[in-house]
């Protein structure tokens, strides 16, 4: 007897791939998290025109791009898109009708709709066109004093133009803020001029990008007050590289309740807190004096009395260690609003890096040399603390100090409480004086120490 024959239908698998949404699942629409670059290289012209043009080629990073059906820059479809894979386009960016600051969103179209617009998408076409019966104009820029802030922490921007502004028809200089590429605002202006700065701040953590920008204001030659804008119709003026500013509130390393202490060659000593590193097999030109943390990532800077910032951990803003001092640095303290720093010498000179300057001894002729310094939480000022005791304020509200009384041994260093309605100054036997809410909890007075104590900081932890 012969058995049934089994007949098996064999297919060939499918080249590539076609993506269904499950049943049941609902329709993710593509987001835009990158576009990068995200500003293609400055056009240079000798005629007026009311368009830029775009041939870079830009990466748009993000997720649900596949099915991609359309990539606009603006209102503009760009060319040469390519579907890299589900989080990955690449595409060139095509000529734009010229706005205020030349800025505008990168959105993906699929079936299940069109990104959302935000600061993350933006890309901006710099230019600088002749005006027409005006005199020629270079490129214009705009820097920022720092690229981070914490929310209510302010960063200087400042917008430069090579030829003074005010003799021809462009309508002075401006800083525009683009982060709504549909909605422009200026936040500073002048007529006439090369330069105009700007503080900026924001209370919530955001980020946000801003332009230099010729013929963004309405009526030549009055001011241009904030967020007044002229829509350009021939745009004969120019737009700079964007600057892009972020406030983020930081993620507090969890409080330890331990210290470090730091030798004058650098090196680090810590208990209960951690090593992230040391100056100790490094040549110094100046021995180390101070030291600070950063409370955003919990690392630290150290400070040479030649004013030489080292970093570990800590973003870095600047140093005097190129500089000729008066006097040399003796301390350093971090600006808890900004997270910069300012540097203390000896004379009482402040230098403020990332963080405000609010005044200093510098011209004062002092009875003693200043030793430490110590910033108010509360305020964002600080004090010095001189080897009598005397304390100098500066924005910061005066407790008392030792200045009238005899003692022992000198002042050497100081830190404030928590809140900033207080301070401790610590003495080189030991020896604590309190002031404010500061509580006295001991001192090594007392005691029979076999070296000096140099210095002091307050435990976050208990205060």
């Known amino acids: 007897m012969v058995g049934a024959l089994a007949v098996v239908i064999l297919t060939a698998p499918a080249l590539g791939f076609l993506a269904t949404t499950p049943a049941g699942a609902a329709a993710v629409a593509p987001v835009v998290t990158a576009v990068s670059p995200s500003s293609g290289s400055t056009v240079t012209s000798s005629t007026a025109s009311t368009t830029t043009p775009g041939g870079t080629a830009v990466t748009i990073t993000g997720s649900n791009f596949t099915g991609e059906t359309a990539v606009h820059f603006g209102t503009a479809p760009a ?223 150290l400070v040479a009395s030649d004013g030489g910032i080292f970093t570990f951990d800590a973003p870095y803003y600047g140093s005097t260690g190129a500089m000729h001092l008066n006097a040399p640095i003796v301390g350093m303290a971090e600006d808890p609003k900004t997270g910069g720093y300012w540097l203390v010498a000896s004379d009482g000179g402040i230098f403020s890096f990332n963080a405000p300057f609010q005044g200093s001894t510098g011209a004062i002729h002092l009875n003693k040399p200043i030793v430490g310094m110590a910033a108010d939480p509360a305020t964002g000022g600080y004090w010095l603390v001189a080897s009598d005791g005397g304390i100098f304020s500066f924005n910061a509200p005066y407790q008392g100090s030792t200045g009238a009384m005899t003692l022992n041994a000198p002042i050497v260093g100081m830190a404030a409480t928590a809140d900033g309605k207080g301070y401790w100054l610590v003495a080189s036997d030991g020896g604590i004086f309190n002031y404010g809410d500061a509580g006295y909890d001991g001192s090594t007075g007392a005691i029979h120490l076999n070296e000096p104590i140099v210095g002091m900081a307050a435990d976050p932890a208990t205060g």
């Open 79 to 301: 060319t040469g898109v390519t579907v890299v894979s589900d989080t990955t386009i690449t595409a060139t960016s095509p000529t734009i009708t010229n706005s205020i600051g030349n800025t505008v969103d990168v959105t993906v179209t699929t079936p299940q709709g069109t990104s959302a617009t935000s600061v993350n998408d933006e890309f901006t076409y710099p230019y600088n066109y002749t005006s027409a019966s005006a005199y020629p104009e270079a490129s214009i820029s705009l820097s920022a004093s720092s690229s981070s802030a914490l929310p209510g922490g302010s960063v200087t921007l400042t917008a430069t133009a090579p030829t003074n502004v005010g003799p021809s028809p462009d309508y002075g200089l401006s800083i525009v803020d683009v982060t709504d590429a549909a909605a422009p605002v200026a936040v500073a202006h002048i007529p006439t001029g090369t330069t105009v700065s700007a503080s900026v701040s924001e209370t919530a953590a955001q980020t946000r990008r801003y332009v230099a920008a010729f013929d963004a204001c309405t009526v030549y030659p009055a001011s241009c007050p904030p967020g007044a804008l002229e829509t350009p119709i021939a745009n004969d003026g120019g737009v700079s590289t964007p600057v892009t500013v972020t406030w983020s509130t930081p993620t507090t390393p969890p409080a330890t309740g331990g210290y470090r202490l730091v030798a004058s060659d650098g090196g680090i000593f810590t208990f209960d807190a951690p090593y992230y590193g040391s100056t100790g097999a490094m040549h110094l030109n100046a021995p180390i004096v101070g030291m600070a943390a950063d409370p955003a990532t919990g690392g630290y800077w």
